[in-house]
């Protein structure tokens, strides 16, 4: 399986901008595919965005479209989340994931990242 090692997260003003970082290793098949989730407390783990090598293909969820965009740098082996125009229901864990396949769904990519904390407040 990938590692996934996540960085970037911290606290921001509404409005504000943060990027996050994800360092992969591992066989980069199994990361042909890479995205980002997050979790707010109680709540089910939702798909933020996801990236596939050469950034042939992308797919954000509709509630940050237009806000953040995901990138990859493949020599890397490294996907980015740039976050702007904050908004305090952004606030959750933010985890990094890969797979050999594109889904919208969480069961079907089999690496995670520790997760970091993105907090946002009015």
């Known amino acids: 399986q990938v590692q996934l090692v996540e960085s970037g997260g911290g606290l921001v003003q509404a409005g504000g901008s943060l990027r996050l970082s994800c360092a992969a290793s591992?066989?980069?098949?199994?990361?042909?595919?890479m995205g980002w989730f997050r979790q707010a407390p109680g709540q089910e783990r939702e798909f933020v965005a996801v990236?596939?090598?050469?950034?042939?293909?992308?797919d954000y969820a509709e509630s940050v479209k237009g806000r953040f965009t995901i990138s990859r740098d493949d020599a890397k082996n490294t996907v980015y989340l740039q976050m702007n125009s904050l908004k305090p229901e952004d606030t959750a864990v933010y985890y990094c994931?890969?797979?050999?396949?594109?889904?919208?769904?969480?069961?079907?990519?089999?690496?995670w990242g520790q997760g970091t904390q993105v907090t946002v407040s009015s």
């Open positions: 990236i596939t090598w050469s950034a042939g293909y992308r």
């Open positions: 591992g066989p980069t098949a199994s990361s042909y595919a």
């Open positions: 994931t890969s797979a050999g396949g594109v889904s919208r769904s969480p069961a079907d990519f089999p690496s």
